[in-house]
């Protein structure tokens, strides 16, 4: 059985940082894309950064090119987002995603498993 647990969110003002983890198991880990999207009140869920289980490709959306990281460990199933400068426009429920093939993608369809999410609210 796959699950995926996040942690790590919180309330932050603008300009600040946090570090969101994602706990995995039931699933090869470094034979998957583990994504991260994020999900605003009123809005449709959106791909935020993926990362590649074999060489660590990562991809990004444009609006956080920069100020967010993808990062995995394969040893210990993790995966997780450094968020930095945060701006209010970050506020969202914050999704880790498993997609068990080594094909990119970001619609969020593309996704066999999901976690619970985390809140993260930035603050002006």
């Known amino acids: 059985q796959v699950q995926l647990v996040e942690s790590g969110g919180g309330l932050v003002q603008a300009g600040g940082s946090l570090r969101l983890s994602c706990a995995t198991s039931g699933h090869t880990f470094s034979r998957s894309i583990m994504g991260w999207f994020r999900q605003a009140p009123g809005k449709d869920r959106e791909f935020v950064a993926a990362i590649r289980g074999n060489d660590r490709i990562t991809y990004y959306t444009d609006s956080v090119k920069g100020r967010f990281t993808i990062s995995r460990d394969n040893a210990e199933n993790m995966v997780y987002l450094q968020m930095n400068s945060l701006k209010p426009e970050d506020t969202a429920v914050y999704y880790c995603?498993?997609?068990?093939?080594?094909?990119?993608?970001?619609?969020?369809?593309?996704?066999?498993?999901w976690g619970q999410g985390t809140q993260v609210t930035v603050s002006s």
């Open positions: 995603a498993a997609r068990l093939t080594l094909l990119p993608g970001t619609r969020p369809d593309l996704y066999d498993y």
